[in-house]
């Protein structure tokens, strides 16, 4: 079996292209969607992640801001930065890039956004919102998951779901968006004995674990859906996931590649959630 390639950068293209007529639509009415993104410290991964997100906001046309910071910045610098930007009628949606440097209480930085322009959905309101069901802002990269998976036709009702990780930032929100479509959700992470035993139960299997070709074939089970969050980079400079590629599509039904996959569907929802964010404050 070959697998059917799930592919985001082609879906990235076509949701973008739609968030990009809305744009204008509201910037007609001077009201151009906003998004701001600060930046802690000189992390080489996250000045590209960053750089990202400001280029695919100029291509949907948006307009955002960039606002950077030494490592050592006082948190109260950043923090009378973001009571600003809550403030500020041309901005929609504020992410704070993570991770921070190790001085900066995060939870406390996430906090300070209000929820109303929180389009990361880290705030804890948002959060909660999130887990009773009724969501104002998904994370992007779980968020963007879904979309791929509808976009496939996959339904999810009552299959087996496992999710590799349990970050606030993927695998707990994905947990929570599979349930929420009816799935059967088992969450693994680097405690979890016999790994295998719960991969391979998985008619859906979202690695996010960080860890470079870490899901081989024969730790999935034939016509699996598999979706690689995993960005890693080798000795040799070139990017893999977590889940053994060339290997594992031999075995699943559906897989999403690294680049190409996921990456490219998490900068799209975080386009979606700013454009959301400021069509809901034009319509108050
Ligand atoms: N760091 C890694 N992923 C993310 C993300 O989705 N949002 C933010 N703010 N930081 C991240």
């Known amino acids: 079996?070959?697998?059917?390639?799930?592919?985001?950068?082609?879906?990235?293209?076509?949701?973008?292209?739609?968030?990009?007529?809305?744009?204008?639509?509201?910037?007609?009415?001077?009201?151009?969607?906003?998004?701001a993104v600060i930046l802690v410290g000189e992390d080489a991964a996250s000045q590209v992640y960053v750089r990202n997100k400001v280029n695919a906001?100029?291509?949907?046309?948006?307009?955002?801001?960039?606002?950077?910071?030494?490592?050592?910045?006082?948190?109260?610098?950043?923090?009378?930065r973001i009571a600003e930007l809550n403030a500020d009628p041309t901005i929609h949606?504020?992410?704070?890039?993570?991770?921070?440097?190790?001085?900066?209480?995060?939870?406390?930085?996430?906090?300070?956004?209000?929820?109303?322009?929180?389009?990361?959905?880290?705030?804890?309101e948002n959060v909660g919102a999130l887990m009773q069901?009724?969501?104002?802002?998904?994370?992007?990269?779980?968020?963007?998951?879904?979309?791929?998976?509808?976009?496939?036709?996959?339904?999810?009702?009552?299959?087996?779901?496992?999710?590799?990780?349990?970050?606030?930032?993927?695998?707990?929100?994905?947990?929570?968006?599979?349930?929420q479509a009816s799935a059967t959700v088992t969450v693994c992470h680097s405690q979890t004995r016999d790994l295998a035993s719960h991969t391979r139960r998985a008619d859906v299997l979202v690695a996010a674990l960080g860890k470079a070709r870490f899901v081989t074939a024969e730790m999935v089970r034939p016509g699996a859906v598999v979706i690689d969050v995993g960005i890693n980079r080798l000795p040799d400079g070139?990017?893999?996931?977590?889940?053994?590629?060339?290997?594992?599509?031999?075995?699943?039904?559906?897989?999403?590649?690294?680049?190409?996959?996921?990456g490219p569907m998490t900068i799209t929802m975080l386009l979606a959630n700013t454009l959301e964010a400021a069509e809901r404050e034009a319509t108050r």
């Open 133 to 179: 069901g009724h969501p104002r802002f998904i994370p992007c990269t779980p968020y963007g998951i879904m979309k791929l998976l509808d976009e496939a036709g996959i339904d999810l009702k009552g299959k087996e779901a496992v999710v590799l990780g349990r970050s606030n930032i993927v695998g707990k929100p994905m947990a929570m968006l599979l349930m």
């Open 57 to 80: 906001c100029a291509q949907a046309g948006f307009h955002s801001e960039k606002i950077a910071y030494p490592p050592d910045v006082a948190p109260q610098v950043v923090l009378a």
């Open 238 to 262: 070139k990017l893999c996931g977590d889940v053994d590629y060339a290997a594992v599509s031999e075995v699943a039904a559906a897989i999403t590649p690294v680049p190409g996959g996921v």
């Open 93 to 124: 949606g504020i992410l704070v890039q993570l991770p921070l440097p190790r001085h900066f209480d995060s939870d406390a930085v996430l906090e300070a956004i209000s929820p109303a322009k929180d389009v990361d959905g880290f705030h804890a």
């Open 1 to 35: 079996m070959t697998a059917q390639i799930l592919d985001g950068n082609r879906l990235a293209q076509k949701l973008r292209a739609d968030f990009g007529r809305r744009a204008e639509a509201l910037a007609a009415r001077g009201k151009r969607p906003g998004l």
